[in-house]
DNA sequence: AGCGGATGTCATCCT
DNA sequence: CCAGGATGACATCCG
């Protein structure tokens, strides 16, 4: 249904705005009237009129014309959408496509509707203060009015403030020849207008009083209804709003609208991305842009096209007279900026107020150029002209070249070229997360060089597989190594290697844990085989409490494991060095366990005195000159632990790893053969738990290790991760400089073709050009920087 | 002699 | 409640 519903609108939208190019006179608000209740229904489906919002009823009332809002406002709220969403796939700084396409919905300035009567509070919702009731006479003369200039979204009570007097002349004179449309014609446009703002956006947005309002002001006599409107929308969507922000008051109703709107539209801000698309719209490629209006929308394109709608084409050329075209470019950047205001919307209705509108000079300083003619405006509020939408436009990709695409136009302009504008770049969602906080005005400031100075700092970050291969591998490696040594065959290295695969557990250790219940009485040993704490046990207890086991063991495995850290190469070694030991010993072998702790002392002792031998270490070698000088059973006691030294003295019959390492049954049954008195039994404990004990804590120590490993292994990613993010950072870096580049020289391009109705250029020194969700207005300096001025500002939107 | 790493041990907590 | 694992703290050994 929205589908249908959207293209429904779109295509009745376009329709009465060809008939209203052609001529053809429709009388759309009697054919609403009639008809609306089923086109409501089919557009929005019998629920809508549940749905409807003050907004909505305000400008009802104020209308007269009856038609439901409703109907209208989803209706374009969808066909809004759809053209937001295409906008915003443009968002993407990296597509390479240059190509721009903007679709324009013209909305002639006699649809204003008067906004003044409803100034109040009810205005807060976006719209609402928006809603105004339009003069058709107005209307139409503002339509004459067409020269952006005086077409200026006048900030509120401008009017009835009093123009500023430099555009009071130009005003007049645009109003006089807005007056040419016919009234017919301005109810046609009004309704689209309508239309327009009940999408989402306030009427004001749409507001062609608005733009006109300068006029109107330069022509207090003249009732502007929709100038107030308009002025309300300004307010909305610039900062400079603000200083209509004092009530603003219609020039005809005189009634004054509340600052809150100001302050309401003013959040909503225009992104930079949006600004510069809207730039690329209006300044397609090179040559003078015209806005072509098809239907309800036009598109924008390089301006060597003949615009089939003369009236609402709009040129961007300096040189155009000030009728009509200037307006119709005001009603198309009013319409880009209403969209985008409507993107804003939707993401957030949380806009940032641009900082930009409110320091103009500020800006300026910052552009390379001295002179500012004036400042084209974006209102960021919700409200203001939706004439324009692009319907396709692409931001040519950061690595193209900005300059190739403008210059062209550069070039054509040839004479003035105002510098700078200003923009403001609003916090819009879409756009913020790319160009981040960064404000137009620091379009013009050199981009920021962090980011190559990151990319040569950043540090090469080392391989990460490195540190997993050092990780994983070492342990297996070391293994493999020590077996090696130990006078391992392959087929027993192999089984090592297995043995590691097959365990599971959290770490060698523990996966080989001695107290593995598996372990049978027999071959209870298997702990002590397999885990690295296990190997010293088993050896403590095979060579009884006299052998120099350990010390011989230890420094043979730490030959092995060669350089490695210490810490892994004892962990290794612990871990495996034990069933490498006990492979000579033919029962253990067929039990791949550790049995050492069976094992008589002298044999232990002697095995060890030959591993001993066999290792080429220096340790080793100060331990075998011990060996070969003490009697075995004296080097036995000095180097047997103190538990097995106790042990022995108490004349404990079995050996300290049996008791380690035994299951609770089996140690039970074990303690329960032997006829052990209580000291012996309470020693016997002992030794169990400190061996335990210690195990555990080899573990510990161990887990500690591979938590540091990992942590370590954590930081290399991060550290990659950063450098990555880094790179990518220089990367929208450079995208954004690119882009202010660009937006500057369209700036310039922009400000050097407006034209007041006299068809002189603006002075840089009088006026500046302000971007806002809204579009761009060209702002009196005065105003910019006096936001709580009055009426004055002249904002003459030229649009391109 | 002092330092630091490795290891053992204890106390404690937790399962 | 006991056995045992986990872990911090401390002690000891050793280079």
Same mark, same amino acid.
């Given at each position: 249904m929205?589908?249908?519903k959207k293209?429904f609108?779109e295509g009745?939208?376009q329709f009465?705005i060809l008939l209203s190019?052609?001529?053809v006179r429709?009388d759309?608000?009697?054919y ?7 086109l409501?229904?089919i557009?929005?489906g ?13 400008r009802n009332t104020?209308?007269g014309y009856?038609?439901?809002p ?6 374009h709220f969808f066909a809004t959408r759809r ?5 915003r796939s443009?968002d993407?700084l990296r597509?390479?496509?240059?190509e721009?396409?903007?679709? !324009?919905?013209? &909305?002639?300035p006699e649809t204003v509707?008067?906004?003044?009567s409803?100034s $109040?509070? %009810? *205005?807060?919702?976006?719209n609402?203060?928006?809603l105004e009731?339009?003069?058709?006479s107005e ?7 067409g020269?952006?200039?005086?077409t ?16 009071d ?10 007056d040419d449309?016919?009234?017919e014609?301005?109810d046609?446009?009004d ?6 703002i009940?999408l989402?956006?306030?009427?004001e947005?749409?507001n062609y009083s608005?733009?006109?309002?300068e ?5 207090p ?5 929709e100038?107030?409107g308009?002025e ?5 969507? !610039?900062n400079? &709003?603000a ?10 109703? $005189?009634? %004054? *609208? ?5 302050s309401l539209g003013?959040q909503?801000?225009l992104?930079?991305q949006?600004c510069?698309?809207?730039?690329e719209a209006?300044f ?10 098809t239907g309800s929308?036009?598109?924008?394109r390089?301006s060597?096209e003949?615009?089939?709608?003369t009236?609402?084409g709009i040129?961007?050329q ?9 307006l119709d470019l ?8 209403s969209?985008m205001?409507?993107?804003?919307m939707e993401?957030?209705?949380?806009a940032?107020?641009?900082?930009m509108?409110?320091d103009p ?7 390379t ?11 960021r ?7 324009v939408?692009?319907h396709q436009a692409s931001?040519p ?7 190739t695409l403008?210059n062209?136009e550069l070039?054509s302009t040839?004479g003035q070229?105002?510098t700078l504008v200003?923009v403001?770049s609003?916090n819009?969602s879409?756009i ?8 137009l005005?620091g379009l013009?400031l050199p981009?920021?060089l962090?980011s190559t ?6 540090p ?7 540190s997993?291969?050092?990780?994983s591998m070492?342990d297996?490696?070391s ?8 006078g391992?065959s392959q087929a027993?290295a192999?089984?090592l290697e297995?043995?590691l695969?097959s365990?599971s557990?959290l770490?060698?250790?523990s ?10 009485e027999t071959s209870?040993?298997s702990?002590?085989?397999s ?5 010293t046990f088993?050896?403590?207890?095979a060579v ?7 010390a011989?063991a230890?420094e043979t ?6 350089g490695y ?10 871990s495996y060095q034990?069933?490498?030991?006990f ?5 253990l072998e ?10 008589p002392l002298a044999?232990s ?14 340790g080793?070698d100060k ?7 003490q ?8 180097q047997?632990s103190?538990d097995?030294?106790?042990a022995r003295?108490?004349?404990i019959?079995f050996?300290?790893e ?9 140690f039970?049954e074990?303690?329960?053969k ?5 000291d012996?039994?309470a020693?016997?404990?002992d030794i169990?738990?400190r061996?335990?004990n210690?195990m555990a ?6 887990r500690?290790?591979d ?7 954590g930081?290399?990613?991060?550290q990659?991760e950063?450098a ?8 929208y ?10 937006v500057?020289?369209?700036s310039?391009?922009?400000?050097a073709?407006?034209?007041d ?5 603006y002075?840089a ?5 302000q971007y806002g969700?809204d579009?761009?207005l060209l702002m ?6 006096e936001?709580s001025?009055?009426?004055d500002?002249?904002q003459?939107d030229?649009k391109k």
């Amino acid at each position: 249904m929205l589908y249908l519903k959207k293209y429904f609108t779109e295509g009745l939208i376009q329709f009465t705005i060809l008939l209203s190019l052609i001529g053809v006179r429709v009388d759309l608000d009697s054919y609403f009237n009639n008809q609306l209740p089923p086109l409501r229904e089919i557009i929005l489906g019998p629920s809508s009129a549940y749905t409807q919002t003050q907004f909505h009823n305000l400008r009802n009332t104020l209308d007269g014309y009856g038609i439901h809002p409703k109907s209208v406002d989803l209706d374009h709220f969808f066909a809004t959408r759809r053209l937001l969403n295409q906008v915003r796939s443009l968002d993407h700084l990296r597509v390479p496509s240059t190509e721009l396409s903007a679709w !324009l919905v013209h &909305r002639d300035p006699e649809t204003v509707v008067s906004a003044t009567s409803q100034s $109040g509070p %009810s *205005i807060a919702l976006d719209n609402g203060g928006s809603l105004e009731d339009v003069n058709n006479s107005e209307a139409s003369a503002m339509r004459g009015a067409g020269s952006a200039s005086e077409t200026t979204y006048s900030l509120s009570g401008e009017d009835s403030l009093g123009a500023v007097a430099p555009e009071d002349s130009q005003e007049q004179g645009e109003r006089e020849s807005s007056d040419d449309l016919s009234k017919e014609d301005i109810d046609l446009i009004d309704i689209l207008w309508r239309q327009d703002i009940d999408l989402g956006a306030g009427r004001e947005v749409f507001n062609y009083s608005n733009r006109q309002k300068e006029s109107e002001a330069d022509k207090p006599n003249e009732e502007n209804e929709e100038a107030g409107g308009r002025e309300e929308s300004w307010r909305n969507g !610039l900062n400079l &709003r603000a200083v209509q922000s004092q009530a603003h008051v219609d020039g005809e109703t $005189g009634e %004054s *609208i509340p600052e809150e709107l100001t302050s309401l539209g003013a959040q909503t801000s225009l992104s930079l991305q949006e600004c510069l698309r809207l730039l690329e719209a209006t300044f397609p490629f090179g040559e003078e842009p015209e806005f072509q209006a098809t239907g309800s929308t036009s598109q924008l394109r390089p301006s060597t096209e003949e615009t089939p709608s003369t009236s609402q084409g709009i040129t961007l050329q300096s040189p155009l007279p000030q009728s009509d075209t200037p307006l119709d470019l005001e009603q198309q950047w009013q319409d880009i900026m209403s969209i985008m205001e409507l993107q804003d919307m939707e993401v957030n209705n949380t806009a940032v107020n641009v900082s930009m509108n409110n320091d103009p000079n500020n800006n300026n300083a910052s552009t390379t150029e001295s002179v500012t003619i004036g400042s084209f405006e974006l209102p960021r509020s919700t409200l203001i002209n939706q004439d324009v939408s692009l319907h396709q436009a692409s931001l040519p990709s950061c690595s193209q070249d900005f300059p190739t695409l403008f210059n062209p136009e550069l070039d054509s302009t040839g004479g003035q070229r105002p510098t700078l504008v200003r923009v403001s770049s609003s916090n819009s969602s879409n756009i913020n997360s790319t160009f981040g906080a960064t404000n137009l005005t620091g379009l013009f400031l050199p981009p920021a060089l962090n980011s190559t100075t990151n990319l040569t700092t950043t540090p090469v970050l080392p391989d990460p597989f490195s540190s997993l291969l050092e990780e994983s591998m070492l342990d297996e490696i070391s293994l493999l190594d020590l077996a090696m040594e130990e006078g391992f065959s392959q087929a027993q290295a192999s089984q090592l290697e297995d043995e590691l695969d097959s365990d599971s557990g959290l770490s060698l250790d523990s996966s080989h844990s001695p107290a593995s219940p598996s372990n049978s009485e027999t071959s209870c040993s298997s702990a002590a085989s397999s885990s690295s704490t296990s190997a010293t046990f088993s050896e403590e207890g095979a060579v009884g409490y006299s052998t120099d086991s350990e010390a011989a063991a230890a420094e043979t495995e730490e030959g092995a494991v060669g350089g490695y850290q210490p810490e892994y190469s004892k962990l290794c070694r612990m871990s495996y060095q034990d069933p490498s030991k006990f492979h000579g010993i033919p029962q253990l072998e067929s039990v791949n366990h550790n049995h050492t702790y069976n094992l008589p002392l002298a044999s232990s002792y002697s095995e060890r005195s030959q591993l001993s031998a066999s290792c080429s270490k220096k340790g080793r070698d100060k331990q075998m000159q011990q060996t070969k000088l003490q009697p075995p059973q004296d080097y036995a006691d000095r180097q047997s632990s103190r538990d097995e030294r106790r042990a022995r003295a108490m004349d404990i019959p079995f050996s300290n790893e049996k008791i380690i390492n035994l299951p609770v049954e089996e140690f039970n049954e074990l303690l329960a053969k032997h006829h052990l008195n209580e000291d012996q039994l309470a020693l016997i404990r002992d030794i169990r738990r400190r061996g335990k004990n210690k195990m555990a804590a080899q573990n510990c120590r161990k887990r500690k290790l591979d938590t540091i490993l990992n942590l370590e292994q954590g930081v290399q990613d991060l550290q990659r991760e950063k450098a990555q993010l880094l790179k990518e950072k220089m990367e929208y870096d450079k995208c954004i400089r690119q882009t202010k580049q660009k937006v500057q020289s369209l700036s310039r391009e922009l400000f050097a073709q407006l034209r007041d109705e006299e068809g002189r250029p603006y002075s840089a020194s009088e006026y500046c050009l302000q971007y806002g969700p809204d579009g761009v207005l060209l702002m009196p300096r005065n105003m910019t920087t006096e936001q709580s001025n009055k009426p004055d500002k002249k904002q003459k939107d030229k649009k391109k």
